[in-house]
């Protein structure tokens, strides 16, 4: 088929709109999208860190990024990449993070579980009870790349999820009725003390586009999954938008707009919680203790057992 704007070899159709693009106006329509939606979420001067994976999305964003803040003088791209210490998988992703930092020459940050809260994920993952590897991960996860961007004086975070990610989680959380949890979803518009604001550059672009566009830009991305995915509940959620997207194009946009059409009426109900030292680490929490020393806790009792 034929490019619906230049009439050159498509490389691909989106189905939600009925166009076929070839490489560079695909190239143009994504890197469009991208720069319109940065430029509503906004970005502070000072270091933009980049939650950087190794991974399609992780490294797409990286990219977009590199190209937009080259143009302001008052902002300067790092790059984050969180060690969970998962054997056989983390390690090669982490090459993978480096070579594309160097490319670039953006300067790059690791930081690990292991030297954060002494534990590697697969040392949790053996004595995890019931709560699965991603629980633990989410929020440890969060934790380090606050940690470190506080380190490096970040005043922006990057993350790279995708219009796929977007959706499955506005709907896991109105499944679960936690409409407080989706009241502080990122992009973060007021900035608490402790706190890193994330914005989300790719949060209209859908999965595959994401795929496409870091192929299309020779990008050498880690293609291996997660191995603890697998346990992970938002593979049902996944599943479940695929399909509707499949019958109804479109349907996670929609998702995405339903949830930024309620979004401010949701910030007058669940404002912002004033924050505190956690009493153990420090790190800032609406709770005596935090949820990332809760879980160390439990996982210190297990070691015992």
Do not use: W
């Amino acid at each position: 088929m034929k490019c619906s704007k230049c009439g050159k070899e498509a490389v691909t159709f989106i189905r939600y709109n009925g166009t076929y693009l070839c490489r560079e106006h695909f190239i143009e329509y994504v890197e469009r999208r991208v720069r319109k939606d940065v430029r509503k979420q906004g970005i502070r001067k000072g270091i933009v860190a980049v939650a950087l994976s190794g991974g399609k999305d992780s490294l797409a964003a990286l990219y977009l990024m590199h190209d937009i803040i080259k143009e302001h003088k008052d902002k300067e791209l790092h790059a984050i990449t969180v060690d969970e210490g998962i054997a056989g998988y983390r390690p090669e992703s982490i090459k993978v993070a480096k070579k594309h930092c160097d490319e670039l020459g953006v300067e790059h940050h690791v930081i690990s579980f292991k030297e954060v809260l002494g534990y590697t994920l697969d040392e949790i993952s053996a004595v995890r009870g019931e709560l699965g590897e991603c629980t633990y991960c989410g929020v440890f996860r969060r934790l380090c790349l606050n940690k470190k961007g506080r380190e490096i004086d970040a005043k922006t975070i990057v993350m790279g999820h995708n219009l796929d990610d977007v959706a499955q989680s506005i709907l896991m959380n109105f499944v679960n009725n936690d409409m407080e949890r989706m009241a502080r979803f990122a992009p973060h518009k007021k900035v608490q003390e402790g706190l890193i604001p994330r914005i989300l550059p790719l949060r209209t672009i859908p999965e595959k586009e994401t795929t496409l566009y870091a192929l299309l830009r020779g990008l050498d991305v880690l293609e291996d999954e997660c191995p603890y995915a697998v346990r992970a509940s938002r593979g049902t959620f996944r599943d479940m938008i695929a399909k509707l997207e499949n019958d109804y194009p479109g349907t996670r946009h929609s998702i995405l707009n339903s949830y930024l059409a309620i979004d401010d009426c949701l910030q007058q109900k669940y404002p912002p919680v004033k924050l505190k030292p956690c009493k153990i680490c420090g790190e800032p929490t609406s709770q005596e203790i935090c949820r990332a020393c809760m879980l160390r806790e439990k996982i210190e009792r297990e070691m015992k057992k």
